[in-house]
Structure formats: structure tokens, C-alpha cells
């Protein structure tokens, strides 16, 4: 098939899956007020391969005709560098910030990859072949992934089988000679309502006696069984007040697996405990590399945005503006530059490019623990108009208008466009949308302290341990 059109796209989404936003149920995801919104924005990825502008970057021309780059397998340290400016650039498109729908599923399938030879290896499986079916079917047709992987968990102080009841981590329930048949709930799933399939993974380590819960599989979004409670970050409003949240979306939802039946063909992990902790693992790590790429634009955002408004306001020549610029700007070149050398420093793991785990936590963790700060030094350049500027009815009022051009503007620029910007910079630190940013910095593609971790257990501390035994005089163990 094809590299299927964004009209072909947002056609093949009204399949009757089951969806839930506010309350109600969504008839059509394609025209709901809020969440065509995130259906328009995924579609980004469908127009960049039909735009000849961006197709040498969005299309990879295969042996069997063209596919989304997105699916190209990396095998090279240079397959991962342009994977990563396809996210950059399809981010930067879409404007919201976030990503769209084909990068997070395509991670799940490397992983699955590898974590699949693995466990053939050790247990006699043909887990494999069947992912490679599936990535070919996904490929193919071009389809949107979506990732369950985060359970809902419940007591988090206590295992799966201890739990008040069983369903708080998705486990099999049942298995005949068709499939297994899946119940539980997955949290965060992002892109879910505008995807295709939806890949389950396990969200951590099992152990013995936890065999029902190591499972890795794929479902139809719109498979008997499985709904979805979406959220998504903002309200509605204008254009000119909320220049990214009033027309783009990314929605988010609980994922419900009610007697879900999988057939075998598409199960890619089924009771192997022990390869449960490793698959989550090496998702993780292609994701963290994907999850630094699309917060690229964001970070030149508040490198753009500071200095603009900087000129406006007639500060850009005080010292403590150009420190907070030149702060800003290393922010954002130190995540590009990390991201670039996890890739370059890529682990070859087969026939694939893994993304140094070191330093993509390294980059991923720089970001978090820096975005509040960040977000400090921007506002501050702003000043208070951020919130409390006039709205877009003040501006359309003839008599007010004449004041608001009066007072509000500046000798660089109109009110008009002072506020546009103020208005723009709010929405990526004081709004709706500002906080689902922010959050996400902290916890989206897991918490700062499982970086901290990763990045203890991947780093070789025995060449410095040993550098500082040599010139303390200790002698060698």
C-alpha cells in the first residue's frame, strides 16, 4: 500500500472505536471539537510525506516502494540523526510542541525487535517473526502507533498480585488455542484516540509468580473490548490569546482492556518474566532519545521568543538579559548536542543503532531538572503582561483599542503584536498548556530518578575510580 494521504488518514479513524472525552462518548474522533484537533495535528506526519519539501526527511524510498521514515530501522549512528530531525522538524511544524503519532509506536517496535531475538534465544519462542509480521503490516499501510505501557498500578508500595484487586496492572486472564484475553488499565497513552494500533508493553520488572502480567501484544483501537477516557492540556479559546492550545491537541487516555481477546500472530511476549524488566528498558531508551528530539523546538522557542520580546520591551542591551539569553541559549544547545551525541556514540545491538542509554538519560535529565528554571528566566524577560494583558474582545472594541495602542505599545513594534507575543509566551509558561509542558518535563518518558539510575548503572565509573587511586597512591585491588 501506498503512503496513505492525511485525508486517507483521518478517514481510516472512523472505525467505531470507543472513546470517552468529558463524559461522553465520541462519535467520531475526526469531527469532535477537541479531539479532531489532535486528529488535524497527527496528520502532520501523513502531509510532510506528500510535500515535496519534506519528503527527502519524512520518506525512506525501500526495496518494496516508499515508507515513513519513522519505520526505517536504525542501523547506523546516521539513521538515528535523521530520525531525530524528522522529530525535530515534524514537532516544529505542528507548533504545539509535542509529538505526533507514529514516533512512540515505532520505538516500541525496535525494542521489540531486539527484545524478541532475546527471548527466542533463551526460551524457544517464535516471538520474532511475529513482530516482524506486525512491523511489516504497520509499515506497509502506514499506519499510527500508539504505546500502553504505564500501568495504573494502584498501590505503588505494592506488587501486582498484592493489589486490592488484580486489574490495576493489564494481565492475561485467560488463553486458548485463538489467543490470550487481556483485562486491566494502562495510563498515559498518548495519541491513543488518533491511532491505529496500540501496542502493550510491560511498564517494569516481574517475578516469579507474575507470569500473567509479562505481556507484550498489540490491539486494533478499535478491538472489542477496549476503551478510552481521553484528557488533553488546555481550553478552548482564540487564536489570539492561545496562539498553539486553540488548534492543536495531543490527547492522553486511560486504556481499558475488558476481556480484550489477542490473537497469538500479534502476542510478542507471554509469561517470560524475566525479558519483561529488559523490553520496558530498551523502549525506554529509544523513547528518552525521541522525547529530547521533539523538545528541540520548544527550547529554541524560549531562546526566540526571550530574545524578541527583549526587543520589544527595549531591555535586549541590560546585563542581566543578555545573562539570562545566553543561559537560555546554552540550555538548548546543550539538549541538541547531547541528543546528537547519543547518537553518534549509538550501541550496535545486532543489526540495530541503539542510542547511547548514558547519554540520552544524560540529555533527558539536563532538560528536566532545568525546565522550571528556564521557565523563570523567560518570564522574567516578559514581565506581568503575561497575565494580565488585554483579551482579543478589548482589542476589537473601536475606543478601547485606540487606549490599548496608546499605553501597550512599544517603540519597537504595535501593541497588537507586543501582546501576540506576550500572549505566546504565556502559552509555553503560565497556561493551560504551560503546565502540561511542565509536568511533562518531570515525568513524561520516565521520572528523573529513574534517569539518575540508568545513568549510575550505565556509567564506567572504573577508569576514574582508578585515576584518582593512581594519583592518591593507592595501589591497584
Not at 134 to 140: G, N, P, V
Not at 183 to 198: D, F, L, M, R
Not at 409 to 425: D, P
Amino acid at each position: 500500500m501506498a503512503l496513505q494521504t492525511a485525508e486517507q488518514y483521518k478517514e481510516s479513524l472512523r472505525d467505531g472505536r470507543v472513546v470517552y472525552y468529558r463524559g461522553e462518548r465520541v462519535d467520531d474522533v475526526t469531527t469532535h471539537p477537541v479531539i479532531s484537533l489532535a486528529v488535524e495535528h497527527a496528520a502532520i506526519d501523513y502531509r510532510m510525506a506528500h510535500d515535496d519539501k519534506e519528503a527527502s526527511l519524512a520518506v525512506v524510498n525501500g526495496e518494496h516502494g516508499p515508507y515513513s521514515r519513522y519505520y526505517q530501522i536504525p542501523r547506523t549512528a546516521e539513521d538515528l540523526l535523521r530520525r531525530s530531525a524528522l522529530i525535530e522538524r515534524s514537532t516544529a511544524l505542528g507548533g504545539t510542541l509535542v509529538v505526533l503519532v507514529k514516533e512512540i509506536g515505532t520505538d516500541a517496535l525496535f525494542a521489540l525487535h531486539l527484545i524478541a531475538a532475546q527471548t527466542d534465544r533463551i526460551h524457544g519462542t517464535d516471538y520474532l517473526s511475529r513482530v516482524e509480521r506486525f512491523y511489516t503490516h504497520c509499515r506497509d499501510n502506514d499506519l499510527a502507533i500508539a504505546v500502553a505501557q504505564t500501568d495504573v498500578k494502584g498501590d505503588r508500595g505494592k506488587g501486582p498480585s498484592e493489589q486490592n484487586h488484580q486489574d490495576y496492572y493489564v494481565h492475561v486472564t485467560a488463553q486458548d488455542a485463538d489467543g490470550i484475553t487481556l483485562c486491566g488499565a494502562k495510563i498515559h497513552t498518548s495519541v491513543s484516540t488518533n491511532a491505529h494500533e496500540i501496542i502493550v508493553l510491560p511498564t517494569r520488572n516481574f517475578s516469579a509468580g507474575e507470569e500473567k502480567y509479562a505481556i507484550a501484544c498489540a490491539v486494533p483501537a478499535n478491538a472489542p473490548g477496549l476503551s478510552m477516557v481521553a484528557s488533553g492540556y488546555g481550553r478552548s479559546g482564540n487564536e489570539f490569546e492561545h496562539p498553539i492550545s486553540a488548534h492543536h491537541k495531543m490527547m492522553e487516555t486511560l486504556t481499558i482492556f475488558e476481556n480484550v481477546k489477542v490473537p497469538w500472530d500479534r502476542v510478542f511476549l507471554n509469561g517470560e518474566v524475566k525479558m519483561a524488566g529488559p523490553l520496558a528498558k530498551t523502549f525506554v531508551e529509544f523513547h528518552r532519545f525521541t522525547a529530547v528530539s521533539y523538545k528541540l523546538p520548544l527550547v529554541d522557542l524560549f531562546v526566540g521568543a526571550s530574545h524578541l520580546m527583549a526587543e520589544f520591551n527595549g531591555i535586549l542591551k541590560a546585563g542581566h538579559v543578555r545573562d539570562k539569553l545566553a543561559k537560555l541559549i546554552s540550555y538548548a544547545q546543550i539538549c541538541r548536542g547531547m541528543t546528537r551525541e547519543a547518537a553518534r556514540e549509538a550501541k550496535i545491538i545486532g543489526q540495530f543503532a541503539v542510542p547511547n542509554a548514558e547519554l540520552i538519560n544524560i540529555a533527558k535529565l539536563y532538560f528536566a531538572t532545568n525546565y522550571h528554571q528556564a521557565l523563570a528566566w523567560v518570564q522574567d524577560i516578559a514581565g506581568g503582561l503575561l497575565v494580565t494583558g488585554p483579551s482579543q474582545e478589548d482589542l476589537n472594541h473601536e475606543q478601547l483599542r485606540t487606549v490599548i495602542d496608546k499605553y501597550l505599545g512599544a517603540a519597537e513594534t504595535s501593541a497588537e503584536n507586543r501582546l501576540k507575543l506576550m500572549n505566546l509566551i504565556a502559552e509555553i509558561t503560565a497556561t493551560d498548556f504551560a503546565g502540561y509542558q511542565a509536568v511533562l518535563a518531570v515525568h513524561a518518558e520516565g521520572s528523573i530518578e529513574a534517569e539518575k539510575m540508568t545513568i549510575w548503572r550505565q556509567h564506567d565509573i572504573v577508569p576514574s575510580v582508578n585515576y584518582a587511586k593512581q594519583l592518591a597512591g593507592i595501589k591497584p585491588d
